[in-house]
Structures are given as structure tokens and as C-alpha cells.
């Protein structure tokens, strides 16, 4: 609300206006410390007694007939009749104005009727206590106390009657304002039009002409306007407000004491930008159903209302909140009471109720009125309970209502997770009444720049903001960035809006459509798409900017600005295609939907797309490639699938190979083992079955022997022994089907057998070792502590277990050691007890660990080495089939493959098979503790 006086050219009549503004005060920049500035601004709120509004406007259904009655005529009925209204035209003269020290009457500045109020009567004696009631209810309105009305004119305004822009001159000392009490006549049209600075207001009387009785009242300094009345007449008393006591009031006497709150608000943006909230306690309480500024009483609604009225100049929001302060008291003094004492904002709430944050703890700094709870009772109290012959302190809390300023420009540190130390961790519904609050702040002043750069800086902040807000605030945030032209802020809510979801990404669109097609739809040239889209085509995949582009085209309208836009768009397409560095497999759905939509041009196909694939596409992009255009084949627009296989066979064969990182993958966590050995492997042999498939041979023959050499040439980097038992199922069972399937010829077989000899016999068979040896006497395996950063750990007493272990003659160890030693040594044997008796002998001190060897380790490692060879023979079975002997050879096939020698030896053994534990994986596996992790 601004608070500027008009300059007006007074007369003895109203007064008609030249100049609406003044200049305004220069802010005091000279810095104070914080307490002393926060004194000042105390002292300021503390002044402000009443304030009331510029204007106002009531209507009575119910009220008393005045008794209107001119000399020579009896008292007029109402509502006022057209032929009553001739009569009273009839008596009246033309309404003058002032202008300069005249007064003149000028038709195309007035056109209205007037009689004096000594001309006219009001004849019903109880005119005079319905009077009362009106006049004490406007000027308790404009913040009034201790006001009469003195009557001053009779005004009939008929068609065409009208008043330009003017303020009222002082009629009589001590005059503030104006009453305008509208008696029953039915009209159309008149509205008056008030404004005073920034403020306005527009009333109409017409609605509820015919019936009732409407008022207005207004400050003498406010600047009003009546236009021009379309239909009937309209017959208005008009009184001046008169001041009883010495202060005289106006407009500008309840602006002047906001304008002084708001120099003092403008040097707290200035010299404490450190400081981003104050509290400022209010007279009254109010609950949660209750609290707003439209239901604030006494002096708090004044308060509030002028820092609400200068929010927007000084930067600043009001806010309503629930305060307590808790305390806790103990009678020896025992606690430290600083740290006992604890002021929070239990809920903040705008001016229109909305709550948008909790549990806000207040630093000192923060609190405007220091000493708000010394000499006064506390609202509850919780007495600490008896703890021994001690009792515990209590505790004290006072409840309060408080009005909240927040610099604007820290708004967004009450979001919900935006700060530790600023903490709302409420419900999500705060995020979006603060996004209203600070939307409906710009739609009232997106002209002050103050106001746009703070808004736009608190969106950019709440579409980062978790919760159901993710829905709702980016198309808020596309709207405002597109209004503000902020093409930042615009990139950055589509791209929240489109993780939001389907809908969210929709109506971002939309909300875009409509704003190009209304400020662009004749004049599409003007359009820079690279302003608002050429940043997040930059960084997004092909596929994310063709899918956004296809989202956004049919939503337009307009043709031209449609075909603008698709133009744009291909441009963009061509050019990333042609410049990307690297393609992945985030590109796959260009690829795919390029080659469906472009399949008539077979030259920029094979000349463009598919070389910048070759070139520039990684393994997985190339591998989802070549699958999509073999299992669309059969369709018209795929009918180059063999070609395109050709292709890039010929032209990008090294990244189709498989590598050792596909068979032993040393950054993926085991429980992911399966997953990426299952990828490339398996991918790998479908590509060679796709191009034996559509008749591409001699290439997919290239690709199968030239992946089977690479995994031979490069078996020293990913170690044969360290290859699971996945990559049989995964990976050689596909290969060899699809080999028998196609018939691969003989001369092809050299590769795939030595990657089987690789694979199956350096690495598999190995991992499995010979028969285990018969021990020699009591030797056991030895067992000590685990490596510590893979260094033998020194440990004396391991290393006499261990001595003890892989004794042939010695069954029994005497271990006597104090008890974290021997149940070291226990912990070292643990899980191996039947293999072992153990007892304590505690006859003296220290006791003495007796460990017997017992025997069984050795026949439990044989039925251990033949369950896995079992399990090997089983993994491989898939594998036996004549066309793998013929490639082997019948020597291989029975050692590779049926695992004879193995067999042969787990059937000499004369150790008894006994079932395997639970626990033991079976053989390619990890152990079930590696599993787990």
C-alpha cells in the first residue's frame, strides 16, 4: 500500500486532482548494531495504535426512511421515482468544483445536482439514530474514534451524471473524510473509482440501488472518481467526518506511520542480511481455526496490517505464528538455565491462515521484545517428579501469537528439508501454501523488481522440494519463469516436471503451449526456442529431446507456431546426431522411432544415422540397436535389418566383443553377479544367432570367432580360475545351441573350442583342483588369524596352533593362557568342532585349553571335493551333445565335458559319501556369507 500524497488545487468545494504522486523519503543509511536497530523498529510497532482503511463501503437492507422533504413539496417516498427525481432535478442547481481559488461548474469535469443542505429537511426522527449507527461504523472502518458528521449536500446524479478524478477540500476545521450514504433508487452504472498511492478500491452501488441503503466513507486526502451513470438516478446525503480531538487524521496519517516501519524494515535489508526473521508478539491470542489477519482484534490488526501494507516495498512477509517458551527452574540452581530456556515457533501461518512451517527453534537475534516473560505467570506448568532424595526441575511454558517477519529473500529456508537449522518437517502441504503465498505476492507486485527476483529465487528452491508439491509447483514455476522470462528457472521446472510424472509433465507443456501461442501466435519469427529449450537439449539424450519434442506438437494450436517448432526441433535433432560425442543406450528410442519415421529415406539411413552409430554408439546402444531391427524385420519400415547388421559388423566389430570384464565383472557386487554376467554374454550370442538369422553369415561368423578370440587373447587380464559357474548357462549353453541350430561349419569350430578349453578346463576344472591327499598321521589344515590389509598377522599363539595342526605325531596340545587367549584359540576352531575335543582344565591359574584331535577332517574334504565334482558334471550336462564331441574331439569332450577323470578318480576313493551340509554352496557358487552380501 503506498502512502504518497496527491498535490490537489484547493476551494471552498471539492477539489479536482493535478498530481497524484510525491516524492518519497530517503532511507536513513546509517548502520546501527542489531539490537539497537531491533529497539528501533520496536519502538515504531509500539506506536501504531489504530489504523483503518483508505476506504469503505457498507450496504443496509434494513434502515430508516430519512423523510427527504423540500420546500414546497411533501416528504419523498423510497425508492425514489423518476418523476420524484424531476421534481428534486427541478429544485436543485448544477454541483460546482474547485479549480485554483474558483469555483466553476465545467460539464466535462462535473455533471451532477446539488442542493445545500440547508435547502432540504429530514424530516423522521429517527433518522438521527440510524445516522449514528452509519457514521460510527465507517469511521470505526478508516480507524476513526471520536468523529461527528456535519451534513453537506443533497446529490441526485441522472444518466449520463459523472465526477472526474479529485479529492475533497477541508469543508470546515477539523474535516477528515467524507460520508456518502446512497438512498434507494434504482441506477446502473456510477462506480466510484478511490485510490490513494498504490492503494485502490472501486465500490458499486448499482447492485442493490433498487432496495437497500449503501454508504461509502473515505480519507479527505484520497483521490476518487465517479463515473458516469449509465441508467437511472441515484440520490445520495452526503456529511463531513469531522475530527473532535486535537489529532487531526487522515490517509496519510496512518500511511505516515507504515512508511516509518518501512524505512526502518528497508535498513534491515541493508545492514543485517545476516538476520532473516523477526518475531514481534502480539496482544491477542488466536487458535489454528482462527488465526488470520481478518480475524485479528485491537491493536494487533493495525500492527499487522501496516507491515502487510509495505511488505512488497521493503521486502519483507508477514506471518502469523503459535510461539512457546519453555523454561526450566531448579531450586538449588542445579541446571544451567540458558540451556533449560527454548523459544519455538510451534506453526507459522500466512496471512490468510494457511500454515506453511512447524517447530522452528528462535535464536536470541530473532526475538524483537527481549524480556516478553519476566514478572509473568506461565500458561502451564509441569512439575518434575522425585528422583531419590532429589526432586527434578520443572517446567514452565508461555503460549503466545506473534506476528513474523521474514525478509523475502530467505523465504525459502522455511521449505521443508531445506536446512537443519531452519526446520519444518511437516506435512508437504506447506511447500504449496508457500508457493501461493508467494505467487499471489507477485501477481500484486510483479511490477518491483525486488519482488520478482525473490520469488523467482524461492521457486527455483521449492521445485526441489520432495512431497506431494512435486506435482504441482514446476507448471507454477514454467508459468512464472515464462512471464518473467527467467529461461533458467524454465529449464530447471521441466525437468522437475517431468520427473514429477506423466501429468505433471503434461500440464508444464501446456501451461508453455499456451504461453507461446498467446504472446507469439502472429509472430512466430520472433520465437527463440533456443532461449527456453536449447539448454536442456544440450544435456539430455536424442531420445529425451525427439520424446520432447513429440510431446510438445500436438498441444499446439496454431499451425505456424506448431510447424516453428518442428522445425526447431529437427535442426536440433540433426545437430546433436551429428555432434554428440558419445551415444548410449539412453538413445536407444531415437534410434528405434528414426528408423520407423525416416524408412523412405534409405540414403540419409545408411549414409548418416547408421554411421554416427557406428561411430559413436557404445556396446549396449549397438547390441539394442540390432535386436530392435531384427525383431521388427518382418515390418515394412525394418526391411534393412540385414544391411544395417552388415554395417556395423563391417564397420564397429571391436565394440561388439565380448570382454573378460563380462565373464569375471570386477566392479559388481555379487549379488548382481548373475544379472551382469547374464547381459553381454547372452546379448552377445543372440547378436551372432540374429545375423546367422537374416542371412548375414559370413558377418555374424566374423563376430562369433573374433569375440571367442578376444576372450582367449585376453584370458591373463581376467583370470580363467576366477570364472563362475553362470557363465556355462549364460553363456557357452546359448553359443553352442546356436552354433548346432545354424550347422556352423567345422573350419569355424578352432575358436569357440579353445575359448571352451579356456573357460571349462583353465578356469572351472581348476577351481576344483585333484582328489584330495591322504594326510600323513595326525596332520590336520592349519587354521590361524585372517590377514589383516592382506599381511600375515604376528600372533604367537597362532603360530603354536598352527604347529600343533600339522603335526603328524602330536593328537593332543596343552594350551595354558590367561582367557581372551584361549578363547581366541577357540574362536579359531570355531565351526570345526567335530573334528576336535576341547576341555578346560581350571585346577590352576591360568586354566589350560586341552584341544585332542579326533579325526573325520580329512574324509569330510574328500566327500566335499566329490560333491562338487558332482555338481560340476551336472553344470556341464547341458553341454553334452554330439555336435560338441565333434568339435572337440572324443579326448576332450570326455575330459572337458563328462568329467571321466575326475569321476573316475571320486569312484576310487574308499572314503564312504555322506550327504552335504546344509549350509555348503554348491560348487560355482560363493559361500553363503559372500552370498549374502
Known sequence: MGYSSAVSISSDSEDYESNDQAPAKQINNTKVDLDTWKRSLRKRLNGIKSVGDIANFTRYPTF??????????????????????????????????????????????????????????????????FLQKVYLTAAGGLGLTDVSVKPHKLLLYEKGSFFKRHKDS???????????????????????????????????????STLDITTLAWFSDVTHEVKEL??????????????????????????????????????????????????YPLDHKYSKSSISLRNLKGRDKPVCQAIQDIGAQSGVFLLLAHQTHTTTEDEDDYYDNDAENCTCLDAIFT???????????????????????????????????????????????????????VKKSALHKLLRGYSHVWSSYGPDAHTENMVALVTKDLEEHREHPATRETALKFLTHAIGIQGPSQKTTPPVAVYWALQLDDSKLFQLAMVAAAKAGQDTYNEALNVTCRYVEENYGEKTEAIDWDKWLGETTSNASLSSVMNSIQHFTPRFKSDAVRDSFNKWGNLKLTLKLETEPQLGINDLSFFSKTLESRHEDQEWIM?????????????????KVLNTVFVKRGQREFRNAKDIYVYMVQNALPKLLPSGEDITPTSTPYAALSAAVVGPLTEFTYRVNEGLTLGAAEQALRLLEAGCKNLVWTKSEWQPRTVQAHVVEKFLVPLLTTMQRHNIPVENHESVRNLLQVIIGEGLLQQLGPLPPRPVGWTYKPRRCAPYRGQ?????????LEVFLTAPDQKVWRFAAAEARRKHINSLLYGTEKYFRMTTERTRSPHTLVIEKTGGEYKDDVEKWRRHVQSMASLLSPLRSDFLKNMLGEGRYRELILLEPLLSQSDSGSVAGVKREADEPAFGQRPATQRRL
Open 64 to 129: 430508516a426512511n430519512p423523510g427527504l422533504k423540500i420546500e414546497g413539496h411533501p416528504a419523498f417516498p423510497l425508492p425514489l421515482t423518476p418523476s420524484d427525481a424531476g421534481v428534486i432535478k427541478a429544485a436543485c442547481r448544477e454541483a460546482p468544483f474547485g479549480k485554483g481559488e474558483d469555483t466553476v461548474v465545467d460539464n466535462s469535469v462535473r455533471k451532477t445536482w446539488e442542493l445545500n443542505h440547508t435547502q432540504f429537511q429530514l424530516v423522521n426522527p429517527e433518522w438521527a439514530g
Open 170 to 208: 477541508e469543508k470546515e476545521p477539523g474535516m477528515v473524510g467524507t460520508l456518502v450514504i446512497c438512498l434507494p433508487s434504482e441506477h446502473q452504472g456510477g462506480d466510484v473509482h478511490l485510490a490513494f498511492g498504490s492503494d485502490q478500491r472501486i465500490f458499486s452501488t448499482a447492485p442493490t
Open 230 to 279: 449509465t441508467s437511472g438516478y441515484r440520490l445520495a446525503l452526503t456529511y463531513n467526518i469531522v475530527q473532535n480531538g486535537p489529532a487531526k487524521q487522515s490517509a496519510g496519517f496512518f500511511g505516515q506511520q507504515a512508511q516509518e516501519v518501512k524505512q526502518v524494515l528497508l535498513q534491515w535489508q541493508i545492514h543485517h542480511p545476516n538476520n532473516d526473521l523477526l518475531v
Open 351 to 405: 496471512g490468510e491462515g494457511k500454515e506453511i512451517a512447524t517447530d522452528y527453534t528462535l535464536d536470541d537475534d530473532e526475538v524483537m521484545v527481549p524480556k516478553l516473560f519476566e514478572d509473568r505467570s506461565p500458561d502451564s506448568e509441569e512439575e518434575g517428579e522425585f528422583t531419590g532424595n532429589e526432586g527434578a526441575p520443572s517446567t514452565y511454558r508461555y503460549h503466545d501469537t506473534v506476528a513474523v517477519l
Open 607 to 623: 549414409s548418416s544415422l547408421i554411421p554416427s552409430l557406428a561411430d559413436r554408439g557404445n556396446r549396449d546402444l549397438i547390441y
Open 792 to 800: 600375515r598377522t604376528v600372533c604367537r599363539d597362532c603360530d603354536e
